[in-house]
């Protein structure tokens, strides 16, 4: 993949991590702010001052996510981004590491 494809991919997940986050939000699943800067989108949890973070990096072709249990990369297998260490998919590990920072 060359690195402009992988900057749209990137970029696409970003914004879908965001508005599901958003969408959480207003469902009053989770008390969330939502940040963006470039190739780095920022979930904070109010309630219990927290955060998730979720990036680019486009030298690698990978997604990173760091939050309170650990850091994550992510490259895309042509449908899914996939952890490069245990093979869980990047939305299944958010939603999971949403829900132990929510409460």
Known sequence: MTESEFLVLADTCL????ELF???FE???YDVECSRSGNVLTVEFIDTN???????QAPMQEMWVAARSGGFH???DG???LNTRDGSELFAT???VAQE???
């Not at 914004?15 to 965001?18: I, K, L, N, Y």
């Not at 927290?50 to 680019?56: A, C, T």
């Open 22 to 24: 958003e969408q959480a």
């Open 101 to 103: 920072q929510g409460r």
């Open 15 to 18: 914004r879908q991590v965001e």
């Open 27 to 29: 469902n009053d699943e």
């Open 79 to 81: 449908q899914h981004w």
């Open 94 to 96: 958010l939603s999971r």
């Open 50 to 56: 927290s955060k998730i973070i979720i990036n680019s």
């Open 74 to 76: 992510y490259k895309y």
